[in-house]
């Protein structure tokens, strides 16, 4: 007669392979975290690529956190307005707030590097030759800028419509205008970047001290040089605690929010999304890991844990052991 396995046997046997793939889960996708943050670490990490190509409902959100994304600022971009007769204006550009912007720097600049007399008139001349040069791409420029200007309102008015993203046929051709404005964006933005750059070496190189980098106009709150800075340091603490079980619940349910927005900024369905499967599957596995209690077993949160207890359960029987007394 075949002999049955008591049900508590084979709970038993079962919990300890359970356990067995919680642990090995939680070091793979630990070893995974920490081995991203240190690659970043080495390779001079970059989150503009990621946050430019994000595409959906929330692309707005992680590309307003790349300075002048679209480019707009540096292309000293005024909307169309409406005119009279019942019209509507052509785009156009308008150099002032750039210019107002270097001056300010140059000030700046004469103050750190404590210029004075010609050397403080030189400053003023680098400033005015890079204001003229900037209104002289735009003279030369004209048409190109304007019929990009027209292309940028016009792809903005389509991704308003609710229309576009139901229609195949609209869809691509939307991508399409999106790729002739970011090809010809591109171009443009090279050749004002450098005089960008220029302003900023020339007036710089006046003086002896560390130069004194350019700011950004609207700079945003959180920009993408900060993310380059704590991304990887995020990789490695999250590997760190995964490896080691150390505050395992908060460490998962930290990556597993950080993964959830990477999904967000290429939105399923989106126009142009890339597919987001693994950092889904291993967004699901790191829920698992915080909610199925891997970090109880074969880990620092275990031996901080039992220490706890212990010291728990030694006063508590040190309280019996008076009141008895």
């Not at 210029?115 to 008139?121: F, P, T, V, Y």
């Not at 030759?129 to 004209?142: G, I, P, S, T």
């Amino acid at each position: 007669m075949r002999r049955r396995i008591p049900l508590k046997a084979s709970t038993v046997q079962i919990g300890k392979v359970a356990i067995l793939v919680l642990v090995l889960l939680r070091l793979s996708v630990g070893w995974h975290f920490f081995k991203e943050g240190a690659a970043k670490m080495d390779g001079g990490f970059s989150s503009t690529g990621f946050l430019s190509s994000a595409k959906g409902p929330f692309s707005g959100g992680f590309q307003a956190m790349l300075w002048d994304n679209d480019g707009k600022i540096r292309l000293c971009y005024q909307s169309s307005r409406p005119s009279q007769p019942g019209g509507w204006s052509e785009p156009s550009y308008n150099t002032k707030a750039v210019a107002d912007h270097w001056r300010a720097y140059q000030a700046d600049v004469i103050a750190y590097q404590r210029l004075e007399g010609d050397w403080a008139k030189k400053a003023a001349g680098i400033v005015k030759r890079r204001v003229d040069q900037l209104n002289e791409f735009f003279k030369v420029k004209h048409d190109d800028v304007i019929k990009l200007f027209n292309q940028m309102e016009r792809r903005e008015k389509q991704l308003q419509t609710e229309a576009m993203s139901g229609v195949t046929s609209l869809r691509a051709q939307g991508l399409q205008l999106e790729n002739e404005i970011r090809s010809g964006r591109a171009t443009m933005l090279a050749s004002i970047d450098l005089i960008w750059e220029g302003l900023e070496r020339e007036l710089n190189a006046l003086g002896t001290r560390a130069p004194l980098p350019l700011g950004k106009i609207n700079a945003p709150a959180i920009a993408a040089s900060q993310l380059d800075r704590f991304i990887p340091w995020f990789d490695i603490i999250v590997g760190l605690g995964l490896l080691l079980g150390l505050c395992t619940q908060v460490v998962a349910l930290a990556a597993a929010g950080f993964l959830l927005s990477v999904i967000l900024s290429q939105f399923p369905g989106s126009a142009g999304a890339q597919p987001t499967y693994y950092q889904a599957i291993e967004m699901c596995a790191l829920l698992v890991i915080a909610f199925a209690g891997a970090g109880k077993y074969v880990s620092l949160d275990s031996i901080l844990g039992h220490c706890c207890c212990c010291r728990k359960h030694t006063a508590k029987s040190e309280n019996q052991t008076e009141e008895k007394e």
